[in-house]
T-cell receptor
Framework: AQSVSQHNHHVILSEAASLELGCNYS??????LFWYVQYPGQHLQLLLK??????LVKGIKGFEAEFIKSKFSFNLRKPSVQWSDTAEYFC????????????FGSGTRLSIRP | DVKVTQSSRYLVKRTGEKVFLECVQD?????MFWYRQDPGLGLRLIYF???????EKGDIPEGYSVSREKKERFSLILESASTNQTSMYLC?????????????FGEGSRLTVL
């Protein structure tokens, strides 16, 4: 079955630390990849996405993610986190051929100590 | 500013009651979704609609039904609420035929069934 794994359930960092959140998916075909973020009390919003081209994609607020096809991974990174990055982060995968099948990971809660 | 609006942010219902959750989007999107969000489980798709009066079951449709009489409105119905349906419900929309398109989410409806 298709699935998305986010192995880190809760990550706690201090401000200015570097961040990497893992995302692995299981699907044999071409995929589109997404990271969504949910700030406390707010709706989910798109952070960045990959669908073709350069496997290193940049998103809002200094986030980036790298698609490594051989590892079925799409890890999210930020070189220096801020307190305002406290949120829950969701990785999602859509098979290229499907507009409706969007598989979400279980989410990673990120807490930043000021 | 694009918007997905969910009618109720918080609801408390009793076991056996019928529950309606309404969602309206102003982006003229063909695709609309209902997800359930539970801690540690991420987002799970309940139902998807790709056009007026058209729907597809998602991963967890049992106990739920949907209605899409107008393009902008997608309703989730719990025919007889049960305590295991206590959860956060998220509505989302996306343009038709775009597997790489962004999902736009509402702020969620937190349902408690007593």
């Amino acid at each position: 079955a298709q699935s998305v794994s986010q192995h880190n359930h809760h990550v706690i960092l201090s401000e200015a630390a570097s961040l990497e959140l893992g995302c692995n998916y299981s699907y044999g075909g071409t995929v589109n990849l997404f990271w969504y973020v949910q700030y406390p009390g707010q709706h989910l919003q798109l952070l960045l996405k990959y669908f073709s081209g350069d496997p290193l994609v940049k998103g809002i607020k200094g986030f980036e993610a790298e698609f490594i096809k051989s590892k079925f991974s799409f890890n999210l990174r930020k070189p220096s986190v801020q307190w305002s990055d406290t949120a829950e982060y969701f990785c999602a995968v859509t098979p290229y051929s499907s507009a409706s099948k969007i598989i979400f990971g279980s989410g990673t809660r990120l807490s930043i100590r000021p | 500013d694009v918007k997905v609006t969910q009618s109720s942010r918080y609801l408390v219902k009793r076991t056996g009651e019928k529950v309606f959750l309404e969602c309206v989007q102003d982006m003229d999107h063909e695709n609309m979704f209902w997800y359930r969000q539970d801690p540690g489980l991420g987002l799970r798709l309940i139902y998807f609609s790709y056009d007026v009066k058209m729907k597809e079951k998602g991963d967890i449709p049992e106990g739920y039904s949907v209605s899409r009489e107008k393009k902008e409105r997608f309703s989730l119905i719990l025919e007889s609420a049960s305590t295991n349906q206590t959860s956060m419900y998220l509505c989302a929309s996306r343009e038709r035929g775009t597997s790489n398109g962004e999902l736009f989410f509402g702020e969620g409806s937190r349902l408690t069934v007593l």
